[in-house]
């Protein structure tokens, strides 16, 4: 698969500009090795910040990749909207990004949105909101196990 020049395009001049363009198979066999790198497709759960493309969602759903990390609401939705099963924002919900994030869980009911915190008064207000919206969500602890860059200590 590595031939030289992979990435040019026969015909450029036809492409629309500004265009996103996919390179299929590429994207498939990074797919296919990134599923030959575990033993379950269950344990992975890629990051959508560096595609945000439904497209390529709707690939790795194909290909049996239910699980997603995002890292705004954005993309929660891109998730939601692509029937993801399972969505965990990489970031904190707080302030009014605690209301739109309940807003994806009444709306995308088909997938699971769960979120992290690392500070009491905001698992209790996102608990509070929930409760209020007759909604349960799933609150990981972000722990800090050494990057120091975010989590409570252990």
């Known amino acids: 698969m590595q031939q030289q020049n992979w990435f ?3 015909d450029e001049q036809s492409i629309e500009t500004p265009s996103l363009v996919f390179y299929v198979e590429r994207i498939e066999e990074n797919i296919k090795t990134l599923k030959a790198m575990v033993d379950d497709v269950e344990r992975l759960r890629p990051h959508v910040k560096t595609h945000k493309c439904l497209e ?4 790795l759903i194909a290909e049996g990749i239910n699980k997603f990390k995002c890292a705004t609401i954005a993309e929660a939705e891109m998730l939601g909207i692509a029937k993801a099963k399972d969505v965990l ?10 209301n739109r994030f309940l807003t994806l869980q009444k709306t995308y009911s088909e997938t699971v949105f769960s979120c992290l915190t690392d500070d009491f008064d905001t698992a209790k207000k996102i ?9 349960v969500i799933n609150i990981f602890i972000d722990l800090n196990v050494g990057m120091n860059r975010t989590g409570v200590l252990p």
Not at 56 to 59: L, N, R
Not at 91 to 98: K, L
Request: charged content about 10%.
């Open 8 to 10: 040019l395009i026969p």
């Open 127 to 135: 608990s509070e909101t929930a409760v209020s919206a007759n909604l």
């Open 89 to 98: 924002p990489a970031y904190q919900t707080v302030g009014e990004n605690i």
């Open 56 to 59: 390529i969602t709707a690939i």
